[in-house]
């Protein structure tokens, strides 16, 4: 992996100064055969092979840990989307959530992802039925997130779905609004979503995928800005792209030797090394701390949306000489109630939603973990939905929306849900309704860049 023991020593510095880790290791699992006409059979089946195929899933990555020093943060484990299996079985969907929970437990992981629907064209057996429990399944249970896919480049936007995504996510946080409405941040919209993403909330295992599978996705904002901070002031852009590029190079590595040897002891395929740069609340892991050193006053200003391409352009071109492996969403993300320098641009009044929604349109995946005001109406909610999935299906990009009704608080108060989901205040909405658009339903259609054939 290293020449010398120079690269040695650095990663170390990466490591222990610089908030370097491997931010999850992620097990997708194949439930295809565990579909079963009787909803109680396929739950035990479920059960069963989680447990069996994620058993060493936690103890793997702590050796790993052991050996090498490089923190996982993060174990987790996505699923076949669980719309598939209830339109076989029929039944409350919800049954399979707890049983996702009940599984996550035993073996120790942080989240499980996969109870999802991809209805992009249209709903299909299961879909509808799984989105509508969607709300009480993430209120019950603790580890389990939940997608739903509502368009693609290739199929246009599903507007009926945008529609009961929007009262879905008001659900949701109305659910568990003694829990930080914590169920609104387990769950995400996506338009061109892929098979093979590790983190969550939008994480599943894709029916192209193997049996199972291990995937990383890596971090490291900190060590970014830090050599950042070293060049000079005046360093012209393109140097600054080149040292961006040179560090995703090093960061990758790191995952691509995790994940390898993750993968070799657990007897699984290696999947993928998702070059995501994640922030985390922490002091010294922020992507917008990034935009900054690159010559922003602040995340939010003008300015900060080119400088955002080209941090998200220099890593996936740092990434893909590293690995051979590079899949999931790979670039730089942007939760807001994850990243202290978007928090505090936030607080500021110079990130504003319109802002980050144009920023979505040259990094990764979209709207992230921002907190909307508790009395949004779910046509709003909707509608928010609909500008991001339209600019994924546009630039045939992923593109999501995870977005948090704060029950009971107003623009400017802030709500903290703990831990890597952080914490964030309460972003103004634009006031006149889209209730009238989003009542149309119907489907937008696919562009004529989907005609690539």
């Given at each position: 992996?290293?020449?010398?023991?120079?690269?040695?020593?650095?990663?170390?510095?990466?490591?222990?100064?610089?908030?370097?880790?491997?931010?999850?290791?992620?097990?997708?699992?194949?439930?295809?055969?565990?579909?079963?006409?009787?909803?109680?059979?396929?739950?035990?089946?479920?059960?069963?092979?989680?447990?069996?195929?994620?058993?060493?899933?936690?103890?793997?990555?702590?050796?790993?840990?052991?050996?090498?020093?490089?923190?996982?943060?993060?174990?987790?484990?996505?699923?076949?989307?669980?719309?598939?299996?209830?339109?076989?079985?029929?039944?409350?969907?919800?049954?399979?959530?707890?049983?996702?929970?009940?599984?996550?437990?035993?073996?120790?992981?942080?989240?499980?992802?996969?109870?999802?629907?991809?209805?992009?064209?249209?709903?299909?057996?299961?879909?509808?039925?799984?989105?509508?429990?969607?709300?009480?399944?993430?209120?019950?249970?603790?580890?389990?997130?939940?997608?739903?896919?509502?368009?693609?480049?290739?199929?246009?936007?599903?507007?009926?779905?945008?529609?009961?995504?929007?009262?879905?996510?008001?659900?949701?946080?109305?659910?568990?609004?003694?829990?930080?409405?914590?169920?609104?941040?387990?769950?995400?919209?996506?338009?061109?979503?892929?098979?093979?993403?590790?983190?969550?909330?939008?994480?599943?295992?894709?029916?192209?995928?193997?049996?199972?599978?291990?995937?990383?996705?890596?971090?490291?904002?900190?060590?970014?800005?830090?050599?950042?901070?070293?060049?000079?002031?005046?360093?012209?852009?393109?140097?600054?792209?080149?040292?961006?590029?040179?560090?995703?190079?090093?960061?990758?590595?790191?995952?691509?030797?995790?994940?390898?040897?993750?993968?070799?002891?657990?007897?699984?395929?290696?999947?993928?090394?998702?070059?995501?740069?994640?922030?985390?609340?922490?002091?010294?892991?922020?992507?917008?701390?990034?935009?900054?050193?690159?010559?922003?006053?602040?995340?939010?200003?003008?300015?900060?949306?080119?400088?955002?391409?080209?941090?998200?352009?220099?890593?996936?071109?740092?990434?893909?000489?590293?690995?051979?492996?590079?899949?999931?969403?790979?670039?730089?993300?942007?939760?807001?109630?994850?990243?202290?320098?978007?928090?505090?641009?936030?607080?500021?009044?110079?990130?504003?939603?319109?802002?980050?929604?144009?920023?979505?349109?040259?990094?990764?995946v979209g709207l992230d973990m921002i907190v909307i005001p508790g009395d949004t109406t779910p046509e709003t909610i909707s509608a928010i939905i609909a500008d991001e999935a339209a600019i994924g299906m546009v630039n045939s990009k992923t593109t999501a929306v995870r977005v948090i009704p704060a029950i009971g608080l107003k623009s400017g108060e802030e709500l903290n849900f703990g831990g890597l989901l952080g914490y964030g205040p309460v972003m103004d909405l634009k006031n006149p309704s889209p209730a009238k658009m989003i009542r149309r339903?119907?489907?937008?259609?696919?562009?004529?860049?989907?005609?690539?054939?």
């Amino acid at each position: 992996m290293y020449n010398d023991i120079g690269d040695i020593l650095e990663t170390i510095s990466m490591i222990r100064d610089k908030n370097l880790d491997v931010r999850t290791t992620t097990m997708g699992i194949s439930l295809l055969d565990c579909a079963d006409s009787d909803i109680d059979r396929s739950c035990e089946k479920i059960y069963e092979k989680i447990c069996r195929k994620a058993e060493h899933l936690v103890e793997t990555g702590e050796k790993i840990t052991g050996k090498y020093g490089i923190p996982i943060v993060n174990k987790r484990v996505s699923v076949t989307p669980i719309a598939m299996l209830a339109g076989v079985s029929g039944g409350d969907p919800v049954k399979y959530a707890r049983t996702l929970d009940r599984a996550a437990h035993t073996v120790g992981i942080d989240f499980i992802g996969g109870y999802s629907a991809l209805v992009q064209k249209g709903f299909s057996a299961g879909d509808r039925e799984l989105i509508e429990s969607i709300p009480q399944a993430l209120a019950e249970t603790q580890l389990v997130c939940s997608s739903v896919n509502i368009g693609s480049t290739k199929a246009g936007i599903n507007m009926d779905a945008v529609a009961l995504m929007g009262r879905q996510i008001q659900k949701a946080a109305l659910l568990t609004k003694d829990n930080q409405c914590m169920g609104a941040a387990k769950l995400v919209v996506f338009c061109n979503a892929v098979e093979d993403n590790p983190f969550m909330a939008g994480a599943f295992h894709g029916v192209g995928e193997a049996d199972s599978v291990l995937s990383v996705g890596v971090s490291g904002p900190g060590v970014v800005r830090s050599v950042l901070h070293d060049l000079p002031d005046d360093a012209p852009l393109n140097e600054v792209a080149e040292t961006i590029k040179k560090t995703a190079f090093k960061i990758t590595r790191v995952g691509q030797l995790v994940g390898s040897e993750a993968a070799a002891a657990l007897g699984v395929p290696f999947g993928i090394v998702d070059l995501s740069l994640a922030p985390t609340p922490a002091i010294g892991d922020s992507v917008a701390r990034i935009l900054e050193e690159i010559g922003l006053e602040q995340c939010g200003t003008h300015g900060t949306t080119a400088a955002l391409a080209m941090l998200n352009d220099a890593v996936k071109k740092g990434g893909v000489m590293a690995s051979s492996s590079v899949g999931g969403l790979s670039g730089a993300f942007i939760p807001v109630s994850e990243d202290e320098g978007m928090i505090a641009a936030a607080r500021s009044g110079n990130l504003v939603l319109e802002k980050l929604e144009a920023m979505t349109a040259v990094c990764s995946v979209g709207l992230d973990m921002i907190v909307i005001p508790g009395d949004t109406t779910p046509e709003t909610i909707s509608a928010i939905i609909a500008d991001e999935a339209a600019i994924g299906m546009v630039n045939s990009k992923t593109t999501a929306v995870r977005v948090i009704p704060a029950i009971g608080l107003k623009s400017g108060e802030e709500l903290n849900f703990g831990g890597l989901l952080g914490y964030g205040p309460v972003m103004d909405l634009k006031n006149p309704s889209p209730a009238k658009m989003i009542r149309r339903g119907g489907r937008i259609p696919a562009p004529l860049q989907s005609l690539k054939n």
